[in-house]
């Protein structure tokens, strides 16, 4: 019962914890979001990962001038990793 309580606890309160995450591994950070957001849109196995959602609490989180996050280089990373994550997926021919 303690490991549910606690994993309630985690998705009651994401945003405390994305924060703490961000402020304590930096540019791990940047690491992190350019992989989910390449592998949910380049690999067929990993559509469960929750690219959208992680979009939208990244911009907030950049969107904070306290926050260690830069709203422009999110941008452009996560772009690349999407556009990167497609071609590696998609046939163009």
């Not at 950049?62 to 997926?89: D, E, H, K, M, R």
């Amino acid at each position: 019962m303690n490991t549910l309580e606690h994993i309630l606890q985690y998705i009651l309160s994401i945003d405390t914890y994305l924060l703490s995450f961000v402020a304590h591994y930096g540019v791990w950070a940047y690491v992190a979001l350019f992989l989910i957001i390449f592998c949910e849109t380049g690999l067929v196995v990993t559509p469960f990962l929750p690219g959208d959602s992680l979009l939208f609490a990244a911009g907030s989180i950049a969107a904070n001038n306290n926050q260690p996050l830069n709203i422009q280089l999110l941008f452009v990373l996560l772009t690349i990793a999407s556009i990167l994550g497609c071609s590696t997926y998609c046939d163009y021919g």
